[in-house]
């Protein structure tokens, strides 16, 4: 409760949300990730947080970003392993399956540690995530880098 007290006296507005992010929270979704798992599945959990909070945190936290980045490259490397695994299990008559499978998999690794597994110049892409938060209503950036800042 302490915790909630002090993140509210450092609100610049009375009436904004309580930032609820917490290091353990932060952590276990982290894990999770770099277990494998999707943040839909991870986010679906009763004790867990919304996706739309998950990746506002990932905008204000430094520190759950860097987690995050990391959790992803491990997330690669393990998809890299799956991938293998299909390889190596192909037998003649499921090759365009096991095919599907692995350029599938190639695509997603490619996406989540581009500088590992993507191909040639593509893979020089940034290592920081971009967070923004956009009405659907009317598309409007509601929230996001230098989004609020004047």
């Not at 004790?47 to 905008?59: H, K």
């Not at 920081?128 to 598309?139: A, E, H, L, M, Y």
């Amino acid at each position: 409760m302490e915790l909630i007290e002090a993140r509210k006296a450092r609100r610049k507005h009375d009436w904004g949300r309580c930032d609820l992010y917490a290091v353990e929270i932060g952590e276990a979704i982290c894990r999770r990730i770099a277990a494998g798992e999707s943040m839909v599945d991870i986010c679906a959990g009763p004790d867990m947080p919304v996706t739309g909070t998950v990746y506002e945190w990932l905008r204000v936290h430094p520190d759950f970003s860097d987690m995050y980045v990391q959790a992803r490259g491990v997330q690669a490397e393990l998809l890299a392993d799956e991938a293998w695994t299909i390889a190596k299990a192909a037998a003649p008559t499921t090759v365009p399956v096991a095919r599907l499978q692995f350029d599938v998999i190639r695509w997603r690794a490619a996406r989540l540690a581009p500088k590992v597994w993507g191909e040639g110049d593509k893979a020089s892409g940034p290592t920081k995530i971009n967070v923004f938060v956009q009405r659907f209503s009317d598309g409007a950036v509601i929230s996001g880098p230098g989004v609020g800042e004047r």
